[in-house]
């Protein structure tokens, strides 16, 4: 049997396949545009040929994400914070605090024994969020990809003190202007977001092992800074941007095993992929 979790996020759609031992068998990420729909039905159709598999062979399919609802052949809908959860935890089994920094929004979750058992959640405003780093990174005429290898040659963080992303802008035109270096610039700005994500966090109570997750992860230099920030290590997963697709997959695979235990009916949608082209990255 074959399972399967789809990710919907602001700003990247993931896809992942796993088999009854949880080995992930294919995974396949592309950015997240306006048509949902046909951009599911494109990476979907990008895993299984990957994998070598028809969707007639995957036994149960859950969509999470904020676009879950645009998955025409999902069986079932999960909140992210339950998947990531789940994912994270099959990662690192002794998680007991997650950080996921999207596009969008920025999310802490207390888990316990693989489960989430509360969370905080900034996806009001921009600066608590990687948007805050791709318009500044649009500012300083770099590329996003760039930020975090550059700012680890910083002598000195310079302090950005407008968390507004609108005006964090004019802020760092000020500071080039001044004549600051780009990486003391760049320092500051992972130093600001750090700062901000940790507020959140401390809610909550930072408890270790304390796992960050989401786009932002990619960044070393946003890794540093949270270090920095919350004061303890941070560990991070080989491919961040999967965690939430992950566990999809697993409670996908849970809830078809647990209902053929207790002999329920286990409904499916109709199994129809539609044609759509989009730019897709194969992580696995």
Request: glycine share 8%; aromatic share 4%.
């Amino acid at each position: 049997m074959y399972f399967a979790g789809v990710d919907i996020g602001s700003t990247m759609t993931k896809v992942v396949l796993m088999d009854t031992t949880d080995r992930i068998l294919s995974a396949i990420k592309g950015p997240t545009g306006p048509e949902h729909r046909q951009l599911a039905n494109e990476v979907m159709r990008m895993a299984l040929e990957q994998a070598n598999l028809q969707l007639d062979d995957i036994s149960y399919i859950v969509a999470t994400g904020y676009g879950r609802v645009n998955v025409p052949f999902a069986d079932d809908q999960i909140t992210e914070l339950s998947c990531h959860a789940r994912g994270v935890s099959s990662l690192f089994p002794n998680v007991r605090t997650a950080i996921d920094i999207g596009g969008q929004d920025a999310k802490c979750m207390k888990i316990e024994k693989g489960k989430l058992v509360d969370f905080v959640m900034n996806d009001k405003c921009a600066a608590g969020t990687g948007r805050f780093l791709e318009v500044t990174a649009a500012t300083l005429g770099i590329s996003l990809e760039d930020m975090g290898d550059i700012s680890l040659k910083s002598a000195k963080k310079i302090q950005v003190s407008n968390l507004c992303t609108i005006f964090a802008q004019q802020e760092v035109v000020a500071l080039l202007s001044r004549g600051e270096k780009l990486e003391d610039i760049i320092a500051g700005l992972h130093d600001a977001l750090a700062s901000r994500v940790a507020a959140l966090v401390r809610r909550l109570k930072v408890e270790p092992d304390v796992v960050l997750t989401g786009g932002v992860a990619k960044n070393i230099g946003m890794v540093k800074a949270m270090k920095e920030n919350l004061g303890c290590e941070l560990l991070v997963p080989e491919e961040p941007l999967l965690t939430g697709a992950i566990g999809a997959a697993m409670l996908a695979k849970e809830i078809h095993i647990k209902a053929k235990a207790e002999g329920e009916t286990i409904s499916t949608k109709p199994r129809l992929l539609e044609k759509a082209t989009f730019f897709t990255e194969k992580i696995t």
